[in-house]
């Protein structure tokens, strides 16, 4: 027999419509992922716990705390109904390509300012600050800059995209100022394992040193039109690249600079959970796990 957990595999609309079609089933869903042991006071950690049924509430036998299960969440202080907010996520998660905040307002028949929010509120929650460092084969290039622009659109545009990908595995990205060579290296450093087998990257001077004795560093010359020598490319991570063009011209139409970061944390989300059948539940788990994000964050000059 199939278990309330397995039909969460491969989230789908009609199975959102019908698991979480009520504020009531939302809640439920959110109290098992914030509490797989129990309900549990937020403020003293307390587990013996009142249900306030008719308020959806509960109350902390020993602090008097009266909480609910969005309490210090980012579902908290908002006025989207829950329903919205796991469609907001279905959506997000959903779409290869992302989905702009123009097309959430029409999707979910809120205002523009509200999709906007809620979805960056979303990208904050999925951002993986504790990654496993990548190894075995990388590939790492950068895109933007001057070296190599993103299209006419990006003219002038300084902010460059870094990013590597384990072949076959994980991505990690994100927005660098200058593609010196400490920052590439730095970016390389932070982001793979001492004893990666290999880095393929492209032949520019700024990579040189990469090697060393567990390491081995090989490069193609893309500014002779070298991209493949045998093992040897960046395809990997070229791939991630024209989605993330694809995404800008077909869903975000412009990113501002100040949100790149934000939209990488997305990708780099959706690209590493693209094998996995459960990505609707652990960004839900994610989400009400996560700080919230105060508004004048989003907003504040970057
Ligand atoms: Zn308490």
């Known amino acids: 027999m199939k278990t309330s957990a397995d039909k969460e595999s491969k989230m789908n609309l009609p199975k959102l419509v ?83 905040a123009l097309q959430m307002k029409r999707t979910l028949g809120v205002a523009y300012q509200t999709a906007w929010h809620h979805c960056h509120r979303i990208r904050s929650a999925v951002r993986d600050a504790n990654a496993e460092l990548l190894r075995g084969i990388v590939d790492e290039t950068y895109v933007g800059g001057k070296v190599r622009g993103m299209g006419r659109g990006y003219r002038g545009n300084k902010a460059i995209a870094i990013g590597a990908v384990q072949r076959g595995g994980k991505i990690r990205l994100q927005v660098i100022h200058h593609a010196s060579k400490t920052v590439l290296h730095k970016f390389i450093a932070d982001n793979t394992a001492p004893d990666t087998e290999a880095i393929y990257t492209d032949e520019l001077p700024a990579y040189t040193g990469l090697a060393d004795a567990d390491t081995v560093h090989e490069t193609v010359n893309h500014g002779k039109e070298e991209w493949v020598r045998g093992q040897v490319h960046t395809n990997g991570i070229e791939s991630v690249w024209s989605l993330l063009k694809r995404s800008i011209i077909g869903a975000f139409h412009r990113v501002s600079m100040k949100h790149l970061d934000a939209y990488l944390d997305e990708l780099e989300h959706r ?26 964050e989003l907003t504040k000059a970057a």
């Open 18 to 100: 019908e698991m979480f079609g009520s504020d009531e089933k939302c809640r439920a869903r959110l109290v098992k992922l914030r509490w797989p042991d129990g309900v549990t006071c937020p403020r003293c950690n307390c587990k013996s716990i009142s249900t306030i049924a008719e308020r959806a509430q509960y109350d902390c036998n020993e602090c008097r705390y009266q909480f609910s299960a969005t309490s210090g969440t980012i579902f908290h202080d908002s006025h989207l109904p829950l329903v919205k907010w796991f469609m907001a996520i279905f959506l997000m998660t959903e779409s290869k390509k992302g989905i702009s």
């Open 271 to 296: 690209f590493n959970n693209r094998k996995n059948e459960f990505m609707f539940r652990d960004t839900l788990t994610k989400l009400v796990n996560a700080a919230k994000l105060p508004y004048r």
